[in-house]
T-cell receptor, first 115, second 114 residues
Framework: SQTIHQWPATLVQPVGSPLSLECTVE??????LYWYRQAAGRGLQLLFY??????ISSEVPQNLSASRPQDRQFILSSKKLLLSDSGFYLC??????????????FGEGSWLTVV | AQSVTQPDIHITVSEGASLELRCNYS??????LFWYVQSPGQGLQLLLK??????LVQGIKGFEAEFKRSQSSFNLRKPSVHWSDAAEYFC????????????FGQGTTLQVKP
């Protein structure tokens, strides 16, 4: 069966420090990978998605970047964190498209607090 | 533009009462629609999904949702709410393109009174 792992689960970082959140998917190949952010009191916002290695699309301009160095690994990074980067970050995956009836599955999330 | 709207930010119901959470969508073509539930500090769990066919969809934990094209709605229902149903609920729909991106509503927080 497929599983998705995301870490760290909780992170407190000072303003201006770097960030690295990692996500890996097991049990499938060539997944689509996504990073969502959930800020306090707000819904989920898609930040990045990737349909293959080194193929990253950004949905919104921001202080963050994403990389996909391996097929099932997706990394969210920042060189200098801002207070506004605080939130709950969710990694997600699916295969194919909805036309083929596939669902997006989410990891357990990473809480980031920038202080 | 494609969008998903959940009009109710917060809903409180008594345990054992029925529940309906509203979701409206705006899509040009047949939408693919989902309901997810999120417990505090946790990831999202899929409750049910609608792709095509029968407009009444059954999900896990006793939830169901009905797709109504004429009303552009996909409301989530449960006949009798349990205290453990207290959580945040998200409606989501297929975004544009072939990547399978989801567009989420703002979420509805469900509180259950004893």
């Amino acid at each position: 069966s497929q599983t998705i792992h995301q870490w760290p689960a909780t992170l407190v970082q000072p303003v201006g420090s770097p960030l690295s959140l990692e996500c890996t998917v097991e049990g499938t190949s060539n997944p689509n990978l996504y990073w969502y952010r959930q800020a306090a009191g707000r819904g989920l916002q898609l930040l990045f998605y990737s349909i293959g290695i080194d193929q990253i699309s950004s949905e919104v301009p921001q202080n963050l970047s994403a990389s996909r160095p391996q097929d099932r690994q997706f990394i969210l990074s920042s060189k200098k964190l801002l207070l506004s980067d605080s939130g709950f970050y969710l990694c997600a995956w699916n295969t194919g498209t909805f036309i083929s009836g596939n669902t997006i599955y989410f990891g357990e999330g990473s809480w980031l607090t920038v202080v | 533009a494609q969008s998903v709207t959940q009009p109710d930010i917060h809903i409180t119901v008594s345990e054992g009462a029925s529940l309906e959470l509203r979701c409206n969508y705006s899509y040009g073509a047949t939408p693919y629609l989902f309901w997810y539930v999120q417990s505090p500090g946790q990831g999202l769990q899929l409750l049910l999904k609608y792709f095509s066919g029968d407009t009444l969809v059954q999900g896990i934990k006793g939830f169901e949702a009905e797709f109504k094209r004429s009303q552009s709605s996909f409301n989530l229902r449960k006949p009798s709410v349990h205290w453990s149903d207290a959580a945040e609920y998200f409606c989501a729909g297929h975004g544009s393109g072939n990547t399978g991106k989801l567009i989420f509503g703002q979420g509805t927080t469900l509180q259950v009174k004893p």
